[in-house]
């Protein structure tokens, strides 16, 4: 059973910086597609970021230069690293994750990235609240 849970959110002034915390059970890391959403009140969920298999990133344009994802394969967890932090990125944070392709042992590169443009992930955390003051 796929489980996902984030941690690492708080409150913190603009121009902070904080660091989320995605720890998964059931798959290892680069068997399934990984990703972070955001959603921020009375609107949308928005991707956020996504690593996909062979280790390239995709960013949504507005965090791009301030926040980077990346895996620790070793314990098994992602992280998104965010810095200079503004009021606009006050959201619930996700951590999600998607199965690979049918009768495919892990995502082919290129994969996650579209799922992420297809917002499609099949497992989402329960998220974790970050607040930026300005």
């Known amino acids: 059973q796929v489980q996902l849970v984030e941690s690492g959110g708080g409150s913190v002034q603009a121009g902070g910086s904080l660091r989320l915390s995605c720890a998964a059970n059931g798959f290892n890391y680069g068997t399934y597609c990984m990703g972070w959403f955001r959603q921020a009140p009375g609107k949308d969920r928005d991707g956020v970021a996504v690593?996909?298999?062979?280790?390239?990133?995709t960013y949504v344009d507005s965090v791009k230069g301030r926040f980077t994802i990346s895996v620790d394969n070793a314990k098994n967890i992602l992280y998104l690293e965010m810095n200079s932090l503004k009021p606009e990125d006050t959201a619930m944070y996700y951590c999600v994750a998607a199965r690979p392709p049918p009768g495919r042992s892990r995502p082919p590169p290129g994969y996650c990235s579209r799922r992420y443009l297809q917002q499609s992930f099949g497992y989402w955390g329960q998220g974790t609240q970050v607040t930026v003051s300005s």
């Open positions: 690593i996909d298999s062979d280790g390239s990133t």
